[in-house]
């Protein structure tokens, strides 16, 4: 009975045959699903495949910036067979300006090698890539620039990185069996694109080494300036001295010194090196080798300032100098001279009264001119309580917000706190200056902020 009612089983049907595939465009598929580098002739894509990676290794182990750039190009002539390629990037006024100007061969063009303009500023003012051939119907035509320039066909792509136009990349032939097609642009575009990675990589390691390097220099200035400073304060004979720097977020050439002449007077200097880092640190540990080496045989500070400004002639650069206030004291007589080569003008406190006045007189600063006179004031007599405060520009120019802490504050904060000792006048002064500063939040100090201070005791 069931073989009565069995389903009867049909035959399998044979499959169908595939249909034939469909022929692709020159370069790839029409509809974007491939690759349109792939051309179907094996050794050709293989040769292609294998100049692009190693242009990647070659690119990525260019000895220096200039070396990469040049090497990209060679490599871009090579891929597409051109006879010459160009690397461009926009000049201070958005024009482009030629940074590297290649031959096949990997050899230089001629200096002012002519080149299509029109394809240039299109590309690397915002527009497609191009690719070219002379008399070829499409939106962009720059035929006749090409024709005048004898150019049988042109390619320029930008070279894109992280939404930066670094510039532009092109190649051309003037031969009349090379033209350059759709599929030439891809390898092209694919090879700048590598090129615009490892350049903005390149930079960005450049620049983090330089920033490890202003870091290490930075840590060796602030070790050069901290063993300039005299390590505890002096007292002597009834006088007392002392300062403080407090460095900045990039290190200053602040600098403060005192100690003992050879006839044993009392010898204090306050100064200032222009610009930051090694360079100024290297300038104050010369001028304090001078300063002390001179001190030891004259006792003039106007002797001594136009001596170490001669001696700083052969040491400091031209776009550099620094300011010093010297003063020298005669424990035995009570007796103050001065000369000052620019510095901020120091405050004197006068003890009886608390009144103060500014030691006004200046001259030029050093290594500016290498046969400055500078004018002597004094002798001058520190009675007991009188106290003579040095300060850098950058205790008066701290900040909160736009406005600057100012001088008349410093004055009067020297004023307040004139009836402390010496250190405790030196913290009082700091601690105004900075508490002002971070009533907002954090101090930003810019520049050091520098105090010195010598008080006569007895």
Request: charged residues 25%; glycine residues 10%.
């Amino acid at each position: 009975m069931s073989g009565l009612f069995r389903r009867r089983q049909d035959p399998p049907a044979t499959p169908a045959s595939p249909p034939p595939p469909a022929a692709l465009p020159e370069g790839g598929a029409g509809d974007g699903s491939q690759t349109i580098w792939v051309t179907g002739n094996r050794q050709h894509d293989t040769d292609r495949i294998r100049l692009l990676v190693d242009s990647l290794r070659e690119l990525s182990s260019a000895a220096d910036h200039d070396s990469l750039l040049v090497n990209m190009v060679d490599r871009a002539v090579a891929l597409v067979g051109a006879e010459r390629g160009l690397l461009f990037t926009p000049g201070a006024d958005g024009s482009p300006e030629v940074r590297v100007a290649r031959a096949a061969g990997r050899s230089d063009l001629p200096r002012g090698a002519a080149w299509s303009t029109q394809v240039v500023q299109s590309v690397l003012g915002g527009g497609r890539p191009v690719c070219q051939k002379v008399g070829e119907d499409t939106d962009f035509d720059p035929s006749r620039s090409m024709i005048d320039l004898n150019i049988r066909a042109v390619m320029c792509v930008p070279l894109m990185a992280r939404e930066r136009r670094l510039g532009v990349l092109m190649v051309d032939t003037r031969a009349s069996t090379r033209t350059f097609s759709r599929g030439d642009l891809r390898w092209f575009e694919a090879l700048a694109d590598m090129l615009a990675i490892v350049w903005t990589n390149r930079e960005a390691e450049e620049e983090r080494l330089l920033a490890q390097q202003a870091k290490r220099d930075l840590q060796v200035a602030r070790r050069i300036q901290s063993n300039l400073l005299p390590e505890r304060p002096l007292v002597a004979a009834g006088y007392s001295m002392c300062g403080r720097v407090l460095p900045a977020d990039e290190t200053g050439g602040d600098y403060f010194d005192f100690f003992r002449t050879r006839d044993n007077k009392l010898a204090m200097a306050a100064g200032d090196v222009s610009g930051h880092g090694i360079g100024s640190a290297q300038i104050m540990a010369a001028a304090r080798a001078y300063l002390r080496a001179y001190c030891q045989n004259s006792s003039s500070p106007r002797d001594i300032l136009r001596r170490v400004n001669r001696s700083l002639g052969g040491d400091i650069a031209a776009d550099m100098f620094m300011s010093m206030f010297l003063c020298v004291l005669d424990p035995n007589t009570r007796d103050f001279s001065y000369a000052n080569a620019g510095h901020t003008r120091p405050v004197l406190l006068h003890g009886a009264t608390l009144e103060t006045e500014d030691y006004r007189v200046t001259g030029v600063a050093l290594g500016v001119e290498p046969e400055t006179d500078y004018e002597e004031r004094g002798p001058f007599r520190l009675e007991r309580g009188d106290t003579v405060v040095m300060f850098s520009d950058g205790l008066s120019e701290l900040r909160r917000g736009d406005e600057q802490y100012g001088r008349a504050r410093v004055v009067e904060s020297i004023r307040r706190h004139g009836r402390l000792p010496a250190e405790g006048l030196l913290e009082a002064i700091f601690a105004d200056g900075l508490a002002w500063a971070g009533a907002g939040g954090a101090v930003e100090n810019k520049d050091d902020v520098t105090v010195a201070v010598l008080r006569a005791d007895a």
